[in-house]
């Protein structure tokens, strides 16, 4: 998947996922953008909701006042991503407003699918539309109802299956590691897509396990500090040293997974004569001997004849004399 300038198959694509931790200060959601360039982020993810068109007013006016403080405006949001260009990040945004995707649907470069929305059809089908990259979150959903769901999304015509990456992600905040479930990543990738994961465990032992489990993309909530206030997405971000150490250990991580193919490195081949055994005279042969498994013995280094051919040169008869331990050739068989 290709994310603008990046490419998933190549490098695991790591979002320092801001989300509402900015609270609503706009001088500090630049300054989180900022450490987040710093401390190894690929891509930046911001929130933007509109609280009347996510929350019921009935019975929710707290809730809805509690949201209000954490938003910022859909020019901010805009003013962000120019910011987060000029300072060479990829900016990424989840819409939690249905009314907004056509307003922005040009202005991202992919989109994702937050799970608390990830059953929501006509959501889903309006970001397919754009042809953009989705990243979905698959929180509160069973491998059962998310192939239910992936199933009713193929019948848009717009549907391209290498353009969704599915992400492991536990609803619950903070995730304990009792809950984590990591192995479902191999349950996803059955289904035939990228898959990554969406983090909302303490520390970042999650994320390294995803990506060993073949995780191409990695969310992590990301924080100034984790008693920046008593929201509670602080308490499971990583603040900046822990976001560095993330990045750091996801580019090992990247470069000690290599190839998808099981092939013979460079740095292996040179081992191979040294290492295999080759296919020699058990004890003095001489001309016209016919040979049987008891005249070879099978020692290093290996020989041009390989031993998994031995089979192949039984009852063969030598053209001349071949010393104990001599390499057998197979010139001299016929």
């Given at each position: ?8 198959l ?9 989300g ?31 609280p ?41 945004c989840?819409?939690f ?24 059809i ?23 109802l ?19 990456c ?30 990554g ?24 909530h ?22 560095k ?10 470069f000690?997974l ?44 290996e ?14 008869k ?17």
């Amino acid at each position: 998947m290709k994310i603008q300038n990046f490419d998933t198959l190549k490098k695991i694509f790591l979002i320092a996922e801001i989300g509402n931790n900015h609270e609503g200060n706009f001088k500090l959601a630049k300054k989180l953008i900022l450490l987040a360039k710093k401390n190894g982020a690929d891509a930046v993810k911001f929130q933007f909701i509109t609280p009347k068109n996510l929350v019921n007013p009935n019975n929710n006016e707290k809730r809805i006042k509690q949201l209000k403080k954490l938003c910022l405006s859909l020019k901010e949001i805009f003013e962000l991503r120019l910011y987060a260009k000029k300072n060479k990040i990829i900016f990424l945004c989840s819409f939690f407003d249905l009314e907004k995707i056509y307003k922005v649907k040009n202005k991202f470069p992919a989109f994702k699918i937050p799970s608390g929305d990830n059953n929501n059809i006509s959501m889903i089908n309006e970001y397919i539309n754009t042809k953009k990259p989705i990243l979905y979150s698959s929180g509160m959903l069973s491998s059962k109802l998310l192939e239910k769901i992936i199933n009713r999304l193929k019948k848009n015509k717009n549907f391209n299956k290498k353009k969704i990456c599915l992400m492991h992600c536990v609803s619950n905040y903070p995730l304990e590691n009792r809950d984590s479930n990591m192995n479902s990543l191999i349950d996803i990738k059955k289904m035939g897509f990228e898959i990554g994961y969406s983090d909302h465990a303490i520390g970042i032992d999650n994320c390294l396990v995803a990506a060993a489990l073949g995780a191409r993309v990695i969310e992590k909530h990301f924080t100034l500090s984790h008693n920046f206030s008593k929201f509670r997405d602080h308490k499971h971000s990583a603040n900046p040293k822990e976001f560095k150490a993330l990045s750091e250990k996801i580019k090992k991580i990247n470069f000690m997974l290599g190839s998808s193919k099981k092939i013979i490195g460079k740095t292996e081949e040179k081992n191979i004569k040294s290492l295999r055994r080759g296919v020699y005279a058990s004890k003095n042969l001489k001309k016209n001997d016919k040979l049987s498994l008891k005249d070879f013995i099978l020692l290093r280094p290996e020989t041009r004849l390989k031993i998994e051919d031995v089979d192949k040169i039984i009852g063969k008869k030598l053209k001349k004399n071949c010393n104990k331990y001599s390499e057998i050739y197979l010139k001299n068989l016929y």
